[in-house]
């Protein structure tokens, strides 16, 4: 793995960006839905892998497992008995977005039942409800993936040396950021 870090200017794609994190929530709120309470929310967040963003394993159906493709700029679900479902990473809008990965669940076998509404941001729409466009620049999502892959060395490195509770380097898709957590075990 490249230790260069990529140039991500946030004012040339906070449109995609935008986009993104919305796309990242509605799969979030599936998983949300689906899996057993783990403290911290711990069970909610998605994981950085050499393609892109994985929530792991969903108990949903015959057990499911989301993966943001940033390599071949797709959805793609696998489940437990084999099956495989994909919806491409394009212009589109948070309400088609939704459309697509509900019918992707269905494919597998999950079930999309699942919170509508955005969290944590401003002036949210229900997802089913946001028709308007949104961009998709895949180059700048490259270089998102690359960034978050070497943020996910840093924060494991850090993390290594600490003996006490430590969360999982994970993405939460509320507010769209990686976070490693250490505790001091005080109270």
Same mark, same amino acid.
């Given at each position: 793995?490249?230790? *260069?870090? =990529? +140039?991500?200017?946030?004012?040339?794609?906070?449109?995609?960006?935008?986009?993104?994190?919305?796309?990242?929530?509605?799969?979030? *709120?599936?998983?949300?839905?689906?899996?057993p309470w783990v403290n911290h929310s711990w069970h909610a967040t998605f994981y950085v892998?050499?393609?892109?963003? &994985? +929530?792991?394993?969903? =108990?949903?159906?015959?057990? $499911?497992? $989301?993966?943001?493709?940033?390599?071949?700029? !797709?959805?793609?679900?696998?489940?437990?008995?084999?099956?495989?479902? /994909?919806?491409?990473? @394009? =212009?589109? &809008?948070?309400?088609?977005?939704?459309?697509? #990965?509900? @019918?992707?669940v269905a494919e597998l076998g999950g079930t999309p039942r699942f919170d509508g509404q955005?969290?944590?941001?401003?002036?949210?729409?229900?997802?089913?409800e946001d028709h308007r466009d949104r961009p998709y620049d895949r180059d700048a999502v490259? @270089?998102?993936? !690359?960034?978050?892959?070497? $943020?996910?060395?840093?924060?494991?490195? #850090?993390?290594? /040396? #600490?003996?006490? *509770?430590?969360? =999982?380097?994970?993405?939460?898709?509320?507010? #769209?950021?990686?976070?490693?957590?250490?505790? /001091?075990? @005080?109270?």
């Amino acid at each position: 793995m490249s230790n *260069k870090w =990529p +140039s991500l200017d946030y004012l040339g794609w906070r449109d995609t960006c935008s986009a993104l994190h919305l796309y990242l929530q509605v799969a979030g *709120k599936y998983r949300l839905a689906h899996t057993p309470w783990v403290n911290h929310s711990w069970h909610a967040t998605f994981y950085v892998t050499p393609r892109g963003l &994985t +929530s792991s394993l969903i =108990p949903d159906g015959p057990g $499911i497992e $989301i993966l943001f493709d940033f390599h071949d700029h !797709q959805v793609v679900g696998t489940s437990g008995d084999g099956r495989r479902a /994909s919806l491409a990473l @394009r =212009p589109m &809008t948070v309400a088609e977005f939704h459309a697509d #990965f509900s @019918r992707l669940v269905a494919e597998l076998g999950g079930t999309p039942r699942f919170d509508g509404q955005p969290n944590e941001v401003p002036n949210p729409v229900p997802f089913a409800e946001d028709h308007r466009d949104r961009p998709y620049d895949r180059d700048a999502v490259g @270089r998102f993936h !690359q960034a978050l892959m070497a $943020i996910d060395g840093v924060f494991k490195t #850090f993390r290594t /040396s #600490f003996l006490g *509770k430590c969360s =999982p380097v994970h993405l939460f898709w509320g507010a #769209f950021d990686m976070a490693v957590t250490r505790f /001091s075990g @005080r109270r």
